[in-house]
């Protein structure tokens, strides 16, 4: 039985029961008041009886009066006169005995003058022969009441003398001249006399009674069988007999109504309430599954020509984003065989040649995001987007995504501005690389459909916790006063292929899927995204995310305590900067002052002198209203005040001026908006400087793949070729194996150190990378476990990065292959096996976690700018002979350190921690953005505004 049958079926049965609960009880009392009325009916009937019996004694007083009277006049007076009891005795039992007709008659008597002196029978009379009742006190009354009034009374029932209970009925008798002589009497023993009455034919029929006669105004019983009831139960019936009110109480023997009757009349009832609830629910069920079949019929119906126009929406929707795509991917397609055509002719003229390959470089990044775009969609509507969910810095998070939008603003000519609010938590537990693809593409969008000279922003606020869990939720907001969006279109932003007709008539390149995308990943991470817009005036996107909090909570007034920072001056003219910036500041319990310039500066300074107060550290904007921050910080290098360590912030590449800065007294650069974390580091950097540049020798930023032997595994013999001859000019020598057998078996046989890196293709044939990296890990040999790995693979999502890293690979750079993020990538591993050599070298800082070398996060270096440190003697003499003979007989370009100087691979990740090593798969998402972001206006994001 379902759940709808039976929720039907208990509602019915329910409301059956309660109805004919209703009628069973309006049965039960016509029940009781038939009964009631039956009992009455047999009161009044035993009463008519009682009534008929009396009648017939006082009928046979009447008679013996008579007897009397027919024996004349004289005969009774000398009776009367005689008072022996014996005148005319023969003749009185002689015809009493005729009378004498069942045994409830006691006796017949006569009482000349009120003295009893006849009985019939005398046997068990004697005692009451002489008894005088009109002197007697218990009859007087009664008797004088006969005497007077002629009428036969009844008295008792009462203790008689002859012994017993009885009644007696007394009959006055008159001589013709009107004399009274005395009494004609006839006595009813008890209890005989309620067989007579009939009163045992209502024990018989299942009834108690209470018979009681009213005896000069006070109830005498007669008789009672009453035991199981009370009196005010029972049903009366009275009527006045002989003068005497007589009353009969009766009552069934188990009531009114039995537990008996009561329990099978709710049985009965409970019966009829489940067989009418069930055939009403069946009904109802059936009524309501035809119902529901034509319901379906109709839905079905409904989301036939549902999916009809969806599926015909979709086709038109494809046919028409073909229609617009056949322009966007023909224009960098066509761009690219049309240079390359130029390219062979002007093969001559270097520097034509530069500035071919630079446009197919951009032409080819804009292809790519436009491929990946179509990907993404793909996945995300096939269902395989999953969320890898690590440890990552909200601080690099949105300098990576600064570092990419910044040029593409400034390419436009465009104010980037990024702002937080109240940021407290950094270090978080979550998918940083949907959310860098999130705001990349908000951003990009904005970029893009703002005008040449206008303005965007990116705020990002952290919100109060509500509670004690370990969750921190953020905002971010994306606010344009770009071309904006009519209210119809913001109703279809998100569906797939859409695009406004304001973007389509500005020939802005887009594929219609980046806002599609965008939603549908921030629905994946658990967020929310809010879009308002007017067109003409500009966008704001407001994005609500939430994350785990990563780690212990860092006492931050400890570290600028020990680092004595109590004070710090912030010179920036804009004032909505220096707030964000006090606020962070004044958590860790730093105090802030504020200057728009030198001279304001000077100024604080020179007051807090005065108050025997100071400034520790000073944070100096690039870009001031009226000077630059550069002379500002010569100004202050040049007076008193020299000193204090200045940090100068821009929002800007600050490449330029760096020099000059340094020269000015600029002890570091930070890029804003300004993060705790990164000022700590700073101030970290800042004070082990001495120590840093002592052993810095200048050759960190030689070529880093001069010199290198590397082995790769890549099947496609064109792919090879570019990748030996890319290699090749970089002073590198390749190996090239054709599968995963051949690259396992050249690892096998070469000696150890033979090889720096390994490049791992994925798809091969016979033995694909992922599991020619677990075979290469698990060779029994002194550097299969630490020799860099790096996946060079079209598979680009991040379930495939963390297959990859789950196989035994340090990182994973997609195709193509960005050769400056692979020489971060070497850089990177370089730096962790120094600092897992020194881990005391204050330059490993940034490569360290929680006393450790922490495993490579995204696939970069630490930083945008991070450089290794330069490797020390400390290589394994076997190995390092084993490698110099190898590379004596490659004969390769050494690097700028000495072979003896340097061990290939990544020590600072152990096997056992490379299954878990976080995802690089930001490595993949910088190396397509940044590509298309240095490569000019062309190169720009390619997610359209949908």
Known sequence: MNRPFLRYFVTRFIISFGVLLAIYFVFIFQIIESRRDLARSMAQESISHVEIILNNMIEKTDMVEGFLHSMGEDKMRAMMENLDGKTHLQEFNLFASMLYDTPAIKGLQLLPKGIMLYSYPLAGNEAAIGDNVLEREITRETAEYAMLSGLTTIDGPRKFLQGGIAMVARNPVYLNDGTFWGFSAISMSLPEIIEPFGLNDLTRQGYEYRFVMMNFGKPVEVGSTLQHHQLKDCVSYSKLISGRRVTLHIIPRYGWLSAADACYGLIFFLVVALVIAYLATRNKQSSMDLIDALQNEKHMRELTAQAYNEAEQ?????????????????????????????????????????????????????????????????????????????????????????????????????????????????????????????????????????????????????????????????????????????????????????????????????????MTITNNLIKLLGGTIDVKSREGEGTTITVNLSFKIHGVEVNDRDFFATHNISNVLIIDDD?????????????????????????????????????????????????????????????????????????????????????????????HFLNKPLFLSSLKQALDTMSHRESADGRTDGKGEANILEGMNILAAEDNELNSEILVDLLSMRGAHCKVCSDGVEVVEEFSRSLPGTYDIILMDVQMPRKDGLEATRDIRNLDRSDARVIPVIAMTANAFSEDIKASLDAGMNYHVSKPIDFKLLEMCIKDARARWYCREHPDDPSCIPYMANGEVAAPERGVPYGSQAVAPDPVESEDPEIAAAREAARAQLKPQIMGASPDEYVAGDPAVPVTEQSTAPASAAAMAADQTAGAAASGASGASNSSRS
Do not use: W
């Open 575 to 667: 004032i909505s900067d220096f707030k964000s910036v006090e606020v962070t500041l004044s958590e860790a319990g730093v105090k802030s002052y504020h200057a728009r310039g030198s001279a304001d500066a000077m100024e604080i300074l020179a007051s807090m002198e005065k108050d025997n107060s100071s400034i520790s550290l000073i944070l100096l904007d690039l870009k001031l209203e009226n000077e630059d921050g550069v002379s500002v910080a010569r100004t202050l290098n040049q007076s008193s005040f020299k000193d204090i360590p200045v940090i100068m912030l821009s929002s800007y590449d600050y490449s330029e001026v760096e020099l000059d800065a340094m020269e000015a007294g600029v002890s």
């Open 314 to 514: 979709a086709n038109k929707a494809k046919s028409n984003f073909l229609s617009a795509m056949s322009h966007d991917l023909r224009t960098p397609m066509n761009a690219i065989v049309g240079l390359c055509t130029l390219l062979a002719r002007d093969s001559g003229n270097q520097q034509k040649v530069a500035d071919y390959a630079r446009k197919i470089s951009a032409s080819s990044q804009h292809l790519l995001g436009l491929i990946n775009d179509i990907l993404d969609m793909s996945k995300i509507e096939s269902g395989k987007v999953s969320v890898n969910a690590r440890e990552f810095s909200l601080a690099e998070l949105i300098e990576n995504v600064n570092t990419i939008v910044r040029p593409q603003a400034h390419g436009r000519h465009q104010a980037f501005d990024i702002h937080i609010n109240s940021i407290e938590h950094e270090l978080l537990i979550g998918d940083d690389l949907r959310v860098n693809q999130i705001l990349l593409n908000l951003l990009s969008n904005a970029v893009k459909y703002t005008q040449v000279g206008g303005h965007v922003c990116l705020t990002v606020t952290e919100e109060p916790k509500r509670s004690n869990n370990n969750i921190a939720s953020y905002i971010f907001e994306v606010r344009d006063n770009g071309m904006g969006m009519t209210e119809d279109f913001l109703k279809h932003i998100f569906e797939p292929f859409a695009r406004s007709e304001t973007a389509m008539n500005t020939r802005i390149q887009g594929t219609g899927l980046g």
